[in-house]
């Protein structure tokens, strides 16, 4: 039988799924959140991140099951749409796009710290390289996901190489009394450090749109999430230990990959640094706007072209682009300050696909772990603060706006 004129063509195999997962979930984090984790809560930081590995987990099985059960275009649309009807899906929708058109920005610009640290550079150094890397993530993601994965791969590679060379290279300056005091700001300042976070572990949805384009996403989903959650709880759970651990007090800082590589390699530690930064923000910035991109199609009342932003999603990355980075840019905002917003957008997506998963998921283990995830969610929501009000009002929206004859979140397809 004939393909359907606009179905997905499967062309995404496991080397390519796993660079886009590992590229979507090794991003800012890496970047920013060490340090930031580590200023709010000390070495207690260290029981953060193990949580919110534990956290990962449950959602990697809860997508990889959702995606094999649910391969559609419309990704985590419609997973909720399917488990909580069509506002709730929609709701899912608006703030999954919200989180990507205000988290790309405030992506580029933590990289646009690491070169102007390397430059000698300022605010206005770190903005503008923030703008040309935002505006050059956009053209490579018009240029189609069949590019974008290509290059995914590549620089995942890189990526992964200037970590470990960061973590093995600085383990040795480890010592133990950077451990001590453990939670000098108080057991409860976990809470916060957990929630700052969570944008290192947010990334498991931003695909979940081209589950369709495996061609076995029952046999091929689980094995590229299993090498995204190995790769991922490696490499996290040696990042933050190591920070502190071979940091100490010096590890409170917006540079933290930098401080690891200077002890790693020496003087060339800033320049490595830098490239390490573009690489994350490019990895990072290419898979969420590629899920976006689908994920925006599938709410056009009519079909549209294949791997292309809709001009719509196009205008409002720039717009937010230049509000965010020009406030940046005057000191009007810190980017400490603007992280848990995305992080916020985000963790309601996460919350819509757990709880609809409750009800997808066949069994009673399955639905056991998507509950579980329920309340891992709604405790880090608890400790998001003043990032719920725009979360809330985007969310509002969603479910109080007048319904639109969109086309349905695109069928179940045989896996």
Do not use: K
């Not at 709701?91 to 205000?102: N, P």
């Not at 790309?104 to 933590?110: E, F, G, L, M, N």
């Not at 005091?181 to 057991?187: E, K, T």
């Not at 400490?336 to 992080?343: C, I, Q």
């Amino acid at each position: 039988m004939a393909r359907p004129r606009h179905a997905a063509v499967p062309d995404i195999g496991v080397l390519r799924g796993a660079a886009l997962y590992i590229g979507a979930l090794l991003g800012p984090g890496l970047l920013l959140l060490p340090g930031l984790a580590v200023t709010q809560a000390g070495p207690a930081s260290i029981v953060a991140w193990a949580a919110l590995l534990v956290a990962s987990g449950l959602f990697a099985v809860v997508f990889a099951a959702l995606g094999v059960r649910h391969p559609s275009a419309g990704g985590v649309r419609g997973y909720a749409e399917a488990g909580l009807g069509p506002r709730a899906g929609r709701a899912v929708a608006w703030c999954f796009l919200a989180g990507v058109i205000t988290g790309a920005p405030i992506v580029a610009v933590t990289c646009g710290n690491y070169v102007a640290e390397l430059l000698g550079g300022g605010v206005g150094l770190a903005c503008g390289t923030a703008a040309v890397l935002l505006l050059g993530t956009i053209a490579v993601t018009v240029g189609g996901v069949r590019t974008s994965a290509s290059v995914q791969f590549g620089l995942v590679a890189l990526l992964v190489g200037i970590v470990v060379t960061a973590v093995a290279g600085a383990a040795p300056a480890s010592r133990a009394g950077n451990w001590t005091p453990f939670a000098p700001h108080g057991w409860t300042a976990i809470g916060p450090a957990a929630s700052t976070l969570m944008l290192a572990f947010v990334g498991w949805e931003a695909i979940a749109p081209l589950t369709s384009r495996f061609a076995r996403p029952r046999r091929q989903l689980p094995v590229v999430i299993g090498i995204a959650f190995g790769t991922t709880t490696v490499i996290y759970l040696a990042l933050g230990a190591v920070t502190v651990a071979a940091l100490g007090p010096a590890a409170s800082t917006s540079v933290p990959l930098t401080a690891l590589l200077s002890l790693a390699v020496g003087q060339v530690g800033p320049g490595v640094a830098a490239v390490g930064a573009v690489v994350l923000t490019v990895g990072a910035v290419i898979a969420y706007l590629s899920g976006a991109g689908a994920l925006a199609r599938s709410l056009a009342p009519a079909p549209a072209a294949r791997d292309t932003l809709p001009p719509w999603l196009l205008v409002a990355l720039l717009g937010s682009g230049a509000v965010l980075i020009g406030l940046l840019g005057t000191g009007v905002l810190s980017l400490a300050a603007l992280v848990s917003v995305p992080t916020t957008f985000f963790l309601v997506v996460y919350l819509g696909c757990t709880v609809a998963a409750c009800r997808l998921l066949p069994g009673p283990l399955l639905r056991g772990v998507a509950a579980v995830a329920v309340v891992a969610v709604v405790a880090v929501l608890a400790f998001s603060g003043y990032a719920l009000i725009p979360a809330a009002c985007v969310t509002g929206l969603a479910l109080l706006a007048r319904p639109r004859r969109l086309r349905s979140a695109p069928p179940l397809v045989p896996a």
